[in-house]
């Protein structure tokens, strides 16, 4: 007799451990990947907690991130109990108790104080670079997405973009400390011999020489700015193209002008997009350190940036400290001990803190704005 | 890809038409900013050429200075040399390790005593210095105090003795003797504990006795030693007299380089006096021309030696090759035995053939610009700021490169591949939600962090693990460096598994919905839909997340620089897969690390432009391929 | 005496001229850890407003930086060259030595290698690479790891001529970028072997070798082979806190930081 149900085959379908075979397998791969994230940002979180976290309110300790970097002093007094301090106070320790012997006294360069200099240094060159790479990219952009019809020149530019984006960033080093640190123009009264180019200016005894900016702040934000203008541009084009054709036909068809329609009817609704695409910029600034290497960076400085300068404009042609600079000199050139853990580990925390938050509201902002914005 | 314009710019009043008008302007203005990527780019290539190019008349320059000053001559005597001294560091390893594995245990047990007597030193030595140097110690003043002190220090002791290393080849009751010999040691005491005294003397004694039977071994060695001193003391004479005229060929080039500076100074000088002095003092520069002739000719007198010293090396090492040991016992020895048998033919045919190449050399050979990029391009060692002659090859660096990239990406393909798979074909909403923001992080990470974690923690855990027995029989382990390509690469994977995730997943994306509902429509699995479908649709696209990966592990520059141990040196290939446990330099790593600190303009400087060239290339390059297998997609 | 006076000069200069950026370049030997603590003392014994900048790479870099004037001290453990010195002057820079200290390059091993002396030959052999295995020298057998400096370094030239002859380092030698660097590698590896100047040589881990018997130490600096002097290099006429901090340096409170860091004071 016919049976319908001996249609359905009985048992496990054909192939059905293969498939949940490869289905762990590559399940496990990218768990993996996540376990392996989760691991390292736990072994920095368990390792530079101690130096940034408190028991006490405000349970954060706000002298690593306030006070400026210095060498540790690590010494015994007679008593045998062990002091760890900064340089400062162990000046001042070692003044209040003149006479008294200490004993097994170790020094540990950059382990003391905190890391106020670097974090305020890397808030400057970041904050310089996007200004810098907003203000022409946002421009170059606009171009491209306004105005631009297919010609030569266009594909130029975008083969140009494409080109840029690819560049290894310890090329961006060497064209950074070429260009900007050796050869950018200054005026200046006396022109070094090593200068390109000196053009004579008219004021009396002023020249506009090729010379450089020397490694600085100014050089520092330029490099970093040509390194991201590739991403701040292809990601304002796209907020650009995103703003409705609706709203440019509509106002063109009023009788605006084409530059009063972007000002007016693209611009406004394109921003918000093009500011959070460059948070994603600001993330990648901060974290480099091959271009600023030889363009800004500076191991120690005792002294704030704006600290003791004559001229606040000074303040561009100074030398800053940097967070990932930093962090490299605390890799590389101190060893590490007990004693060191603190600044190492706790520099890396702090910085990797500063990265997610960048990194966790570039993606919440994205997420809102494609729901808000819904033509 | 642009928007249809309803109207051209050429909307506002008509008699704005022609000439200057503001929206002209505006246009101008934005167009000339999208020339600046145009403008920059040009600047990078510009720039790196002008510094880079100049490398290669200097480099020319250097290369002809070590001919005609004879260092060149006194390299092929030394080549002989070096190959003599290495056979004679394989004998005596080879000789070393006979002894050694036959007292292996003693030497095991002597070890580990002192290193637990290390140990337990480097933990109660701050304490007990605290002892010793307190005046209270020792003129017996406050007794108070004094006690304190005992008192941490016992403490301290106590602590350090529950904190003590394994021993595995110690028994139980000789651990126990020496820890208690630790326990109730005084403070004071300097000496070795009595155990460890007794193992290292017992190891002596065993080497001793084991170094008995192999003493006409050990007397073949040290005839085989004499024999390369001749050879020794002839180069070393010559070096001498080759460094001189180098140097007084340098000296009149940096001279003459001077008087051009000082007069180039005098002539921008605007205070008189100051350029009377400059001219003056360009006067003084003024150099002889260096005498080379002299020098050379001295040097040439010396090839009849050189050939004779020559020839009678290879008598001797082919006398001396009889009375070598047929075999020895230990694994170890017997291979560096082998290694220095398989050697010494080699090394007499190279000692033989040298009297032909010295006679025929001459200092008056020319050397070519292309001389310069051959020995650049090809050239295996780059040697700077040495004291004989400096070397700009790039193939050591571009194999480190290469090595790391390649580990990084056999690590970084399946995992990153697979990862998009899984999560564009089989994984729920939910797990998508998880996993991409967490990859997304993973990208954001910066690349500095990641060395620091290789130098920091990493590299120490792959060296604890590499020692385990149990994975002896993996090649090149146990790791004798912990910074070393594999190391490196490990760290570069995590960086470029982001990127190919990303990419992937984005060409799996925009396979047309249509091919996987045809393919279920036809009755094909998931699993069949995703290798048989989407997949191969999807290829070329995956094929350009690859090559985006390994341009961006090619161009990464932090980790290496932390974490690839910078050894400047081809690894050495004959330990197989062992290989990829050594050191290495990079590319972007010699630049990170060099650049700083050469002086503005010398070759070195031009030398890490013209790296800086190569790389700019290789990485367009790779981009370049990827973008055409993306448009091809597209298409 | 003399201290007192300069503090007081270079105080009443200070209030004068506001603060002043004292940038140094050079030696790593010097600038990682002996300037900066020198710097800070100088700031601690009333000097406030000066500035200091103080980047170590290497000496090499002590003099294009003097000559472009992005520097006003130069730090350098080893003497100027002449081409150094004429490119200098041809920026109208007139160098003046002022020799602040002796250093000692000591040779380090692991803290659980039982070599412990080693004749001048053998090290010359090891750092040329011509002895590759501990066994070769009656250590426990493992292929010798070499820690260098890297090319800029003064050390590195310097070692270059007193241990090894003039011959070239082998191509296995690892290249670091600091004293602090070697030593903490050496503490880590078991067969590594490297060379410090004294300030570094107590790295907990590591040991020093007695060289023919010698143990380096302060008091040895003449039998001592491989003894060296480190340098300060500064313009003929340097600015008014290049002076007052060099005066620092040589004055005994500048002397005592120089011995409490390690090396030996002139």
Known sequence: MFNPENLIRKGLPKGYFKDILVRSLLGGITYLMVLIAVLLFGKIIIDGAPAIFTSEFPFVDTEFLTAKNETLHVFDDAKGTRHQLPASKYNEYIEAHAGQQIYNEQTFSYSGGGIAGPIIGTALLTCGSIILALFFGVCAAIYLAEYAKQSPFIHAVRLAILNLAGIPSIVFGLFGFSVFVLAAPVITANPVDRSLLVLPLFIEGWALSFQGWNSSLMAGCATLACMILPVVITASEESLRAVPQGFRDASLAMGGTRWQTIRKCVLPFSLPGILTSSLLAITRVAGETAPIMFTAAVAAKDDFPWEGLANPFDILSSQVQALPYHIYTLAARIPSSEYTQRAQFGSVLVFLILVAMLSFGSMVLRAKMRKKLKW | ?635 | MKAIHTLIASAALVTMAGAQTLSIKGSDTLGAKLVPQLAEAFKAAGNKGVKFEIAAEGSTTAFPALANGTAQIGMSSRKVKDDERTFCRTKGVYLKEHPICHDMLCVIVNKNSPVSNLTKAQVAKIFTGQIKDWSEIGGAPGAISIYTRNTSSGTYKDWQKLAMGGRDYPSTSLKMAGNEQIAQEVAKNKNGIGYVGLAYSKTPGTKTVTIDGVEPVAANAKKFAYARLCYLYAPEKPTAEAQAFLDFIESPAGQAIVTKVGFIPN
């Open chain 2, 1 to 635: 890809m642009i928007s249809p314009n309803p109207q051209s710019e050429s909307s506002g009043h008509r008699f704005q038409r022609r000439g200057f008008s503001f929206e002209r302007a505006i246009r101008f203005f934005f167009a000339s900013n999208a020339g600046l990527t145009i403008f920059i780019l040009l600047l990078i290539i510009v720039f790196l050429l002008r510094e880079g190019l100049g490398f290669f008349p200097g480099y020319r320059r250097e290369l002809e200075v070590y001919r005609i000053a004879g260092l060149e001559f006194v390299d092929i005597s030394r080549k002989n040399l070096t190959a003599h001294e290495q056979v004679t560091s394989l004998l005596n390893r080879a000789y070393q390790a006979e002894i050694n594995g036959k007292c292996l245990d003693e030497l095991l047990r002597s070890q580990e005593a002192s290193a637990l007597y290390n140990t337990f030193n480097d933990q109660v030595g701050p304490t007990r210095d605290l002892i010793l140097n307190n005046p209270a110690a020792t003129t017996g003043g406050d007794d108070g105090m004094l006690a304190v002190l005992r008192a941490n220090y016992e403490a301290q002791r106590a602590k350090a003795l529950t904190n003590l290393p394994a021993t595995p080849h110690l028994s139980e009751a000789e651990r126990q003797e020496l820890i208690d010999s630790l326990r109730n040691r005084p403070a004071e005491a300097t000496d070795e504990p009595p155990l460890v005294a007794k193992l290292n003397a017992a190891f002596a004694a065993a080497r001793q006795s084991h170094a008995e039977p192999l003493q006409k071994f050990r007397e073949t060695i040290d005839n085989f030693e004499t024999a390369g001193m001749d050879l020794g003391s002839i180069v070393m004479e010559m070096t001498e007299s080759v460094t001189a005229t180098k140097e007084a060929i340098q000296t009149a080039d940096i001279l003459e380089k001077d008087r051009k500076t000082l007069l180039a100074a005098a002539a921008n000088a605007k205070d008189p006096i100051e350029r009377e002095k400059l001219i003056a003092d360009a006067k003084a520069a003024l150099a002889d021309k260096p005498d080379v002739e002299g020098p050379m000719a001295t040097l040439m007198e010396k090839k009849p030696d050189c050939v004779k010293v020559h020839e009678q090396l290879a008598t001797s090492v082919g006398e001396i090759f009889p009375s070598l040991p047929g075999s020895l016992t230990q694994a170890k020895a017997s291979r560096y035995l082998n290694a220095a048998k398989a050697a010494w033919p080699v090394l007499i045919s190279d000692i033989k053939a040298t009297p032909a190449k010295i006679n025929s050399w001459t200092h008056t050979d020319p050397v070519p610009l292309s001389a310069a990029f051959i020995s650049f391009l090809t050239g295996k060692s780059w040697v700077t700021g040495g004291e004989w002659q400096d070397f700009y090859g790039i193939i050591p660096l571009a194999v480190g490169s290469l090595m790391i990239a390649i580990v990084a990406l056999t690590i970084a393909i399946p995992v990153g591949i697979g990862a998009a798979i899984y999560v564009n074909q089989f994984a729920a909403p939910r797990e998508q939600a998880l996993v991409k923001p967490v990859i997304e992080f993973i990208q954001a990470i910066p690349s500095v962090v990641l060395g620091f974690i290789g130098i920091m923690v990493f590299g120490t855990i792959l060296r604890e693990i590499s020692t385990y027995d149990s994975l002896r029989w993996v090649p090149g382990f146990p790791i004798d460096e912990r910074l070393n390509i594999f190391t490196a690469g490990c760290l570069l994977a995590l960086m470029s598994v982001p990127t190919i995730f990303s990419l992937a997943e984005d060409a799996l994306n925009n396979v047309p919905s249509a091919y996987a509902e045809a393919s279920e429509a036809l009755g094909a699995s998931r699993l069949q839909t995703a290798f048989r479908v989407m997949v191969p649709a999807a290829f070329s696209g995956i094929l350009a997340a690859v090559l985006l990966g390994l341009g961006r592990v090619i161009g990464e520059t932090m980790v290496v620089l932390l974490v690839a141990g910078n050894r400047i040196k081809i690894p050495d290939f004959s330990e197989g897969i062992g290989a990829f446990f050594q050191p290495s330099h990079t590319l972007t790593g010699i630049i990170a690390q060099e650049l700083g600190e050469v002086p503005l303009g010398s070759v070195h400087y031009r030398a890490l432009f013209v790296i800086g060239i190569t790389l700019f290339v290789v990485v367009l390059g790779i981009n370049a391929t990827a973008h055409h297998f993306l448009t091809r997609t597209k298409k």
